[in-house]
């Protein structure tokens, strides 16, 4: 890991040189630790952060992205599994013996997995809840009291499949859309310690968690004996694939940039690569408010709709 130091090393020259009054404090460089911070939107972030010159400790699980990650200037590497207590717990104790406090907290490990609900398995369900829904709140309920100390930040990566459902992938759906209430209940327990709250819900951009869904996918196929047949060692390959023709999640970083650092960040932060993905989730959202309104008593007549929708628009 190397932390720059330059603001300081100046200060304490022009100290000597008797051009400054009192030396800069280099641990005024705000820190913010994220979670899966290997690869995909993590790693993106977290380069991200370091190039702008806060302090990042990037959760990863293994040795040769530990390494990596601890090569970066103002990155230092922490070994944080997200389902393990004693990581977290652990993670807790570095970043108070290190010092420096915590103004963010960014939660983005996530896993995914694929199947129908009659056929994903127990183990394939938890899995992905275990990380993705568990994990966010084990890490965010032992993290809390240093952000609290701050009056900081916690941002979580959520997905616009959050919103949309599709076959086949209910558990990874059900997972972020877990995350809609996760952070709506969170931003009202924090408010008044100070601590604003945030959601960025990316659509598709390049990251690594098709192929590692694909790869994991078939070695349950062959540890229960199955056999991966042509046709989905092809849907896979053309699944990886497509992933690597996606953009970079720069966009999904500028938004994590406003959510952690803004003086009043929002907090929703839809980043979609293009107009199709906006739409979908954006028509989805409504046909969910219709769906809501209609066939009881107390529904609102259009009028009355849009009148509600102008007032969340001069609010947003």
């Known amino acids: 890991m190397k932390r720059s130091f330059s603001l300081a090393i100046l200060a304490a020259i022009l100290l000597l040189a008797g051009l400054a009054t009192q030396p800069a404090v280099a641990d005024e460089q705000k820190a913010v630790l994220i979670t899966g911070a290997s690869t995909g939107i993590g790693r993106n972030m977290a380069e991200r952060l370091a190039k702008e010159g806060y302090f990042v400790y990037a959760g990863a699980r293994k040795d040769k992205d530990l390494a990596e990650l601890d090569a970066i200037e103002n990155i230092k590497a922490v070994r944080l599994d997200v389902t393990s207590q ?4 652990a993670a807790v104790a570095l970043v108070r ?4 406090g915590l103004w963010g907290l960014v939660n983005n490990a996530g896993v995914a997995t694929s199947g129908t609900v009659a056929e994903t398995e127990d183990s394939d369900l938890d899995f992905v809840l275990n990380v ?3 994990g966010v709140v084990r890490v965010t309920r032992a993290f809390i009291p240093l952000i609290v100390e701050s009056k900081g930040r916690i941002v979580t990566t959520g997905s616009i499949a959050g919103i949309l459902s599709r076959a086949g992938g209910s558990a990874y759906s059900m997972s ?4 809609e209430a996760f952070v709506d209940s969170l931003a009202g327990e924090m408010a008044p310690a100070g601590v604003q709250v945030s959601l960025i819900e990316p659509g598709s951009y390049k990251s690594r968690i098709r192929r590692t869904t694909a790869a994991r996918i078939a070695a349950n196929i062959e540890a229960a004996g199955g056999e991966v047949t042509d046709e989905m060692q092809e849907r896979m390959t053309q699944s990886a694939e497509r992933e690597v023709t996606l953009n970079e999640p720069d966009a999904v970083s500028d938004a994590a940039m406003h959510a952690l650092f803004a003086e009043t960040p929002r907090r929703r932060y839809m980043v979609v690569p293009d107009q199709f993905e906006a739409e979908i989730t954006i028509r989805k959202a409504i046909e969910e408010l219709v769906q809501l309104n209609g066939g009881h008593a107390f529904s609102y ?3 009355q709709l849009v009148e509600m929708l102008d007032q969340a628009l001069a609010s947003d």
Do not use: C, P, Q
């Not at 972020?176 to 995350?179: F, V």
């Open 86 to 89: 004693e990581d977290v717990d």
């Open 97 to 100: 013996k290190e010092g420096l």
């Open 132 to 134: 993705n829904v568990n």
């Open 176 to 179: 972020k859309h877990a995350m």
């Open 301 to 303: 007549e259009r009028d």
